[in-house]
DNA sequence: TGCTGTGAATTAGTTCACAGCG
DNA sequence: CGCTGTGAACTAATTCACAGCA
């Protein structure tokens, strides 16, 4: 029964989608024609129907009795992550995470491409990183009229990302990978997603020397 | 095989002790004597009822028509979260990213000592970074008997990343941060957290130009 | 009165268990 | 058969709603 499931996909589920690509990608480098759902949990330790429910969000993609096609269910899982053409991707801030940020493999590898790093610090402006020159963070909304990026990185300090936030959404960005330790207010219609370094050092430190058992052993985090 | 801690503790509640740490150390540095849980929902964007019940998993902070004494429930949380003193962590891969946490403020206002770099590449061995020399990774045995870390950052490349895991098992450590793309196999007792860029940048994608609304607008993802 | 603390209700997410197809 | 796809059962997490206290 191929009814899209488009009632709401739970987020974690998407989290998944990306481990699940990763290990995909893998097979086909190595030339694997197939895999079930319980060969993807022994590689990914996500339990087996939870992948085949994950999926099913979307429609349905396995053969009873043999499994998953890889290429077929890479093909599809890009799709759905709308990463199977380039994504253009802007960066904000040119400090030490946002300049080891541009040098990251991986971004290819997910068609995610960084075409444009800001600042605002006038000494770094013009400057080169891996290509890339640095542009003042001041002609962002301008420059994205010729870009289309609709997702960005920010990789600014604390202080005043608020506002970086706020030119963002009026230079059309559409969803945030948020570095800062700060919540971002943002329209309802603009994604945003935090990563908190000092967060899950905290949440781990927690667990040490605790009589606590770890939360989640083999499967990862995903959200 | 996610089998959770005994304890009832949320592990999403622990990322959010640690966002109400920082807003705490804001109030602080400003001179603000208490805050209502109301208060704390207009700063962080989590519900006042939220974060009453995050903190009722571990006694009771409050006085009721008042709030809750800011310098008081700072020391709680850090005693919660055992970063009432300097917690030890090693770091693992002084690539781009290994490189770039080693400068990263914050280790400090967290409480967080980062003790030791250890990478296999024997040209970086012996560098300096940070006012921290580059470790041999095949001392981290060794070296960490003295240092008594119980956390480890792992940035190193996914290849090999299981070895680098096991190692530090055997190395006395207890948690791992792994921003690595892939699943660790580690002992019952140990705790990972995996951060991966390309997977929120995956999640972000999707929603991108999708008629789908935002999961989470003003909220932070505590996960 | 203005707040906290918390059972109860609700919502979200995961896992089970099995019908049914190739 | 061996596998998928999925309703049903379960478990986790969030939010409501209100009693009770300073």
């Excluded at 990763?22 to 190595?30: A, N």
């Excluded at 330790?45 to 890479?74: C, H, M, W």
């Excluded at 891996?130 to 300090?157: C, G, M, W, Y």
């Amino acid at each position: 029964m191929t009814q899209f499931n488009q009632s709401r996909v739970p987020v974690p589920t998407l989290g998944r989608l990306a481990t699940y690509l990763r290990v995909l990608s893998d097979l086909e480098r190595t030339h694997v024609q197939t895999i079930s759902s319980a060969e993807m949990e022994r590689q990914t330790g996500i339990n087996a129907a939870q992948f085949r429910k994950d999926l099913s969000y979307f429609g349905e993609f396995g053969k009873p009795g043999v499994g998953y096609t890889v290429v077929e269910l890479q093909d599809r899982i890009t799709r759905i992550l709308k990463i199977d053409r380039r994504q253009p991707v802007i960066l904000v801030g040119a400090g030490n995470l946002g300049s080891a940020l541009v040098g990251y493999p991986g971004f290819q590898e997910n068609q995610m491409e960084l075409v444009a790093v800001f600042d605002n610090n006038p000494a770094k402006v013009g400057t080169v990183i891996h290509n890339l020159t640095i542009q003042d963070f001041r002609s962002v909304k301008e420059l994205n009229q010729q870009l289309h990026a609709r997702i960005a990185i920010i990789a600014v300090p604390a202080v005043g990302v608020q506002r970086v936030a706020d030119d963002l959404v009026h230079s059309g960005i559409k969803a945030i990978l948020n570095f800062a330790p700060a919540t971002l207010r943002v329209p309802e219609d603009v994604a945003v997603r935090n990563v908190s370094f000092m967060q899950e050092l905290a949440v781990l430190s927690y667990h040490t020397s605790g009589k606590l058992m770890a939360p989640d052993v083999l499967p990862p985090s995903n959200k």
